[in-house]
Each structure stands twice: as C-alpha cells, then as structure tokens.
C-alpha cells in the first residue's frame, strides 16, 4: 500500500520535472527550485556509481529534507557496482534512482556509461534489473535519448524502449534528438541534432502503459502544457535553470492544479534568508548560493542589476545576504 501510494506521488510529480543537469542542479539549486514549485520533481546532478563505491563519495549524495520530491541521477554501466550505488542512493532518502543513458560527455563514454549505452540495450537491463533488486520500493527510472551516432531512431528507440519495460521499467525520459559520439562537443550535443518530438509521441502510443516524458528544447510553461497533451510528463532543463520563475512559478497551479497563491519573485528571495545564513556560517560562500539565482528576475525590470551586484559580489570574502537584500530590484 505504502509502496503504490509513493510511486503514485512521485508519478504525479514527474509530469514536470527539472532535468539533471551537471554542476547546475546542485542541492542549492533544487532548494531554490523547491520553493517556487512544491510539486515538480527535481533531479540531481550525475554521481557516477564508481565515485560512490569506489571512491567512497557519498558527500555527494547529501541533499536538504525541503527537496522532496527529489531523484538522483547515477551515471555507470556495471549491473553490481549500479547496484551497490542504488543502496546507498536508497540509504541517503532519495526518492528515484535514475540511470543516465543519454550524457554524451568525453568523461562519460570513457567509463562506457552515458549515452553510448544506447548501443548496449541488454546492458543497460541487466544495469536497471540489478538496480531495481537494490532499490526495493524506490523506482528506478531511465534517461536516454532516440539514438546515437548512425542509429535510426524509428528502430532502435522502440526496441530499447521495449527491453527497458521488458526489465520491470515503467516510467522513462526521453531526450528527443541523437547524440553524437564523437566531432560534437557536449554542448553542440544539446543543440545540433535536430529534435524529434512527433517520435517521442509516437512512442507514447506504442506504450501506454509506460509513463514517459519528453525532454529536450521546452522554453516555456505553456509548451509544458502542450506537451501534456501528447506525454505524460516534461522535463525541463536549460530554461528552468536560466528563467526559473517562468517555469516554476505558476507550474503547481497550471500543471499539479494547487489551488494556493505561489510566492512572488521576491518571496522566494527573501525565504532563502535563512538557508544563506547557515551555508555562509558553516563556511560556504554566498556565490555557491546566489549563482543559482541570477536568472530569477530574468525579462523583470532590474534583472541587469540583479545579476552585476550579485555577480560582482558574492564571492568576495564575508559577502552575506545583506549584498542579496542590496540586489533585489526595487
Ligand atoms: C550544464 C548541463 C549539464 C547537464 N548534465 C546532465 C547530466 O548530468 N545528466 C543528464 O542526463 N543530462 C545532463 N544534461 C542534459 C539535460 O538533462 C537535458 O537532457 C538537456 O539539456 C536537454 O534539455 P533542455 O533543452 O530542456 O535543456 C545537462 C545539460 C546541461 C545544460
């Protein structure tokens, strides 16, 4: 009972979610996202299962009790190291284990985990079967993308779709464009390819029975809506991390139909007071906090002082939330 009711909330919560996003969706940021939508899922950042097992970083996996409901990205391609990484994701609170099939990274194909594994579907099963046996009652998802390199996406994305629901898989997100494994870099790999949504719809109708979200190119809460029509949930990257109130803002009254006013702008500025407070005190720096921040006013008037006060501040020694109160237009 208790396990049907999580999955339903946390399938509730994926019909919008922040996508994983290196170095960005760090737990300052999810913390900040959380306060302008209490319903969309966030996710981490990739942690490779190596760094977790091997390397013994499971600092990594630390995250504040306000980021529910939040998922972990692992990023791996060995069934029993993911899984020994499922454990501790499953220890630390986390409320999915996501594996990264879709990050065309150097870093990453050298480990022969990321995107590459498009090319590995029955790897990639034995990868989430032995996660899905770590993870107990904790889903484990799937990020990927239609294909890689010279693959046609209209054979191998339903086929590594079908292995992925035929390993126990019931919810996937789905980056609607290839990558390319080698002559584009990362970031050419989130522009270059051409998008392929009417594929990634496609997919929806091949199965129903699987709850999958599309990703890639969604700028706006009203495409978020629109793509509702065709999926069952978004995910959104670039734009939710640069123009954050225009996604996150009214998202629990569009998209979850929460009836309760959101914060403003400046509310949600001012209810990170104390959250600064404690990170400045143990020792952080403000600019750890506030880079996260800079896109909240973004299209607002004195967005440009916004961003110079905070930018040319907040790293400096002792800067505080005084220089934030300083920042905010008025
Ligand atoms: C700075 C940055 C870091 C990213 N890191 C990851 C990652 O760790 N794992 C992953 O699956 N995708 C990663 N991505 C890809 C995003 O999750 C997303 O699939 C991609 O940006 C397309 O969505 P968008 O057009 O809404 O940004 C990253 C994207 C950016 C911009």
Same mark, same amino acid.
């Given at each position: 009972?208790?396990e049907?009711?999580?999955k339903?909330e &946390?399938?509730?919560?994926?019909?919008?979610?922040?996508?994983?996003?290196?170095?960005? !969706?760090?737990?300052?940021c999810?913390?900040?996202?959380?306060? $302008?939508?209490?319903?969309?899922?966030?996710?981490?950042e990739?942690? !490779?299962?190596?760094?977790?097992?091997?390397?013994?970083?499971?600092?990594?996996l630390?995250?504040?009790?306000?980021?529910?409901p939040?998922?972990?990205?692992?990023?791996?391609s060995?069934?029993a190291?993911?899984?020994?990484?499922?454990r501790?994701?499953?220890?630390?609170g986390?409320?999915?284990?996501?594996?990264?099939?879709?990050? +065309?990274s150097?870093?990453?194909?050298?480990?022969a985990?990321? /995107?590459v594994?498009?090319?590995? +579907?029955?790897?990639?099963?034995?990868?989430? !079967?032995?996660?899905?046996e770590?993870?107990?009652d904790? #889903?484990?998802?799937?990020?990927?993308?239609?294909?890689v390199? *010279?693959?046609?996406?209209r054979?191998v994305? +339903?086929?590594f &779709?079908?292995?992925m629901?035929?390993?126990?898989?019931?919810?996937?997100?789905?980056?609607a464009?290839?990558a390319?494994?080698?002559?584009l870099?990362?970031?050419?790999?989130?522009?270059v390819?051409?998008? *392929?949504?009417?594929?990634?719809?496609?997919?929806?109708?091949?199965f #129903?029975?699987?709850?999958?979200?599309?990703?890639?190119? &969604?700028?706006?809460?009203? !495409?978020?809506?629109?793509?509702? =029509?065709?999926?069952?949930?978004?995910m959104?990257?670039?734009?939710?991390?640069?123009?954050p109130?225009d &996604?996150?803002?009214?998202?629990?009254?569009?998209i979850f139909?929460?009836t309760?006013?959101?914060?403003?702008?400046?509310?949600?500025v001012?209810a $990170?007071?104390?959250?600064?407070g404690?990170?400045?005190?143990a020792?952080g720096?403000?600019?750890q906090?506030?880079r996260h $921040?800079?896109g909240?006013f /973004?299209?607002? +008037? =004195?967005?440009?002082?916004?961003?110079?006060?905070?930018?040319?501040? /907040?790293?400096?020694?002792?800067?505080?939330?005084g220089?934030?109160?300083?920042?905010l #237009?008025?």
């Amino acid at each position: 009972m208790a396990e049907k009711k999580r999955k339903k909330e &946390i399938s509730t919560a994926s019909r919008l979610s922040v996508a994983p996003m290196m170095d960005w !969706t760090d737990r300052h940021c999810r913390y900040l996202h959380r306060l $302008m939508s209490r319903h969309a899922l966030l996710y981490t950042e990739m942690v !490779t299962a190596p760094a977790l097992v091997r390397g013994g970083a499971v600092h990594l996996l630390a995250f504040s009790p306000e980021e529910h409901p939040v998922a972990v990205q692992l990023g791996g391609s060995e069934p029993a190291e993911l899984a020994q990484a499922t454990r501790l994701c499953v220890e630390a609170g986390y409320d999915e284990v996501n594996l990264n099939v879709g990050c +065309p990274s150097d870093r990453v194909q050298s480990g022969a985990f990321g /995107a590459v594994l498009m090319k590995s +579907p029955d790897l990639v099963a034995e990868c989430v !079967t032995a996660m899905r046996e770590a993870a107990g009652d904790v #889903p484990v998802t799937v990020k990927c993308r239609i294909g890689v390199d *010279d693959q046609e996406p209209r054979e191998v994305l +339903p086929a590594f &779709i079908a292995t992925m629901r035929a390993a126990g898989i019931t919810r996937m997100s789905i980056h609607a464009r290839k990558a390319w494994l080698e002559g584009l870099s990362p970031k050419e790999n989130r522009d270059v390819p051409p998008l *392929d949504y009417p594929l990634v719809h496609e997919m929806k109708h091949a199965f #129903p029975d699987l709850h999958l979200s599309v990703n890639g190119g &969604i700028g706006s809460l009203e !495409t978020v809506e629109d793509e509702l =029509g065709h999926m069952d949930g978004v995910m959104v990257g670039r734009a939710a991390y640069h123009q954050p109130y225009d &996604i996150l803002g009214e998202a629990d009254r569009r998209i979850f139909g929460d009836t309760r006013a959101p914060l403003s702008r400046e509310e949600v500025v001012l209810a $990170m007071e104390d959250y600064i407070g404690r990170h400045v005190a143990a020792g952080g720096k403000l600019a750890q906090v506030t880079r996260h $921040m800079l896109g909240l006013f /973004a299209g607002q +008037p =004195g967005a440009r002082r916004w961003k110079r006060v905070l930018s040319e501040g /907040a790293h400096k020694d002792g800067a505080g939330f005084g220089l934030v109160r300083e920042a905010l #237009p008025r």
